[in-house]
């Protein structure tokens, strides 16, 4: 291979796909990804202005990729989010992660932990809606959140279609106008009906994703929080210190309040007074 040879865009993202994959594989201790300090460092070695890395990862994080921009339904029929965080969940932080979760879903959901990976999962009578997990890798933490949004898309979509069959119906069976007429007068209806659809689901499942990434930012912050200090052990902290007493109170000697010499001459003036 020549150390000359120039790769396009597409062969470095292959290049550097395939060499985290190596790394993940060279043992249990492993971990995947990198922060965005890390990805910027590598675009600077590559030649891209670090400021564009940032504006990418903004994009990624709010969803707005080229890759989930359209959507025929008018948004995704599921959420799935994943994070990597430095830093380890807890008990105590668990237990306020799933205070947050069943705060910002407005259910309690079930909480299970299988091995070290803990999980919360919100179910219907379809199943599993909503299912987060928090598992140790290495010594980061990694987070997954899945949300299904199948049953609303069919739950919006359906009726309306249905409600533009109807016309479609009556107009086919008193009006007579013709079948390119009526064919036409047919999808104008259905494609509405769509769109009316398309934007309810759209706006669902824009609120649904920005709970989600409410909760996976909530989980990051507590997983990033450090544990508090160890308090001091007791025999480390210094015992307050006792009042000194003069000891000459505790005797009765205590220092007179005049000079014997000043008594001295007090005592020969007035003998001379005399």
């Not at 140790?136 to 533009?164: C, E, M």
């Amino acid at each position: 291979m020549s150390p000359k040879r120039v790769y396009t865009d597409k062969e470095i993202s292959a290049v550097l796909k395939r060499a985290a994959e190596l790394q993940r594989t060279q043992g249990p201790g492993a971990t995947s990804g990198l922060s965005l300090d890390e990805l910027e460092q590598i675009a600077a070695d590559v030649g891209i202005d670090p400021e564009f890395v940032k504006t990418a990862a903004l994009e990624l994080e709010e969803g707005r990729t080229d890759e989930t921009s359209y959507h025929v339904l008018g948004g995704p029929t599921s959420i799935e989010l994943e994070r990597v965080v430095e830093g380890e969940m807890t008990d105590e932080k668990w237990e306020e992660a799933v205070g947050e979760i069943r705060r910002v879903f407005e259910a309690a959901g079930d909480v299970g932990q299988l091995g070290s990976t803990r999980e919360w999962i919100l179910r219907d009578q379809t199943g599993e809606r909503v299912h987060v997990t928090v598992a140790p890798q290495g010594k980061n933490t990694r987070i997954r959140l899945f949300y299904r949004l199948t049953d609303w898309a069919v739950a919006l979509h359906a009726p309306l279609t249905s409600i533009a069959i109807a016309p479609i119906i009556l107009q086919y069976i008193f009006l007579n106008l013709g079948p390119f007429v009526e064919t036409g007068i047919a999808l104008v209806l259905v494609f509405a009906m769509h769109m009316l659809a398309r934007l309810a689901f759209g706006a669902l499942s824009r609120s649904q994703e920005r709970k989600s990434r409410k909760v996976l930012a909530r989980l990051e912050d507590l997983i990033a929080v450090p544990e508090e200090t160890a308090a001091a052990p007791a025999d480390r902290i210094a015992a307050p210190q006792p009042d000194r007493i003069d000891a000459s109170l505790l005797t009765g000697d205590a220092a007179p309040d005049h000079d014997p010499a000043d008594q001295t001459r007090e005592g020969a003036q007035r003998r001379r007074t005399r």
